[in-house]
């Protein structure tokens, strides 16, 4: 990590509560999935790898969605607006246990952050943000391009909980 963004992280952390994941990253990691276990028999033959895409396993391996939940965890589709059928999709996942959405996120516009917190709302999921930073930044995606809220946060907690 740069200094810059080693000091960006350091004001935000003065400014505001700041939620830092990577425990599901972690989690998942540490259980040595492979490709053949992001793809079950649901998505045997899909065209694009899958290795470390944690959304799918809502699907498939509903025994890590489980896992994640006894760890004291919450699982949210990130940027959903890169998936195609997005609806159906998050509909699918949130009966698979899917915990919420990741309304807020930097490829998100307002459009897409009111259709996907109707449909959080609808489904009685969580609404989630994220910057999607991944070490270098590159417009919204930095620390503090995206915020959540307190009511994101004290809903996180209380879904955690449980």
Known sequence: M????????????EERILVLDGAWGVLLQNRGL????????RFASHSRDLLNNPDVLNLVRPDVVRAVHAAGGVTSIAHPVWYKDQESLIRALAGEGLDGIEVRHPDHGPAEEARFGRLADELGLLRTA????HGTPEGRKAPGGVTGDRPMLEALQRRARR
């Open 2 to 13: 740069t200094s810059t963004v080693a000091a960006d992280i350091r004001r935000l952390a």
């Open 130 to 133: 994220g910057s999607d930073f």
């Open 34 to 41: 492979a490709e053949s276990d992001f793809r079950g028999e």
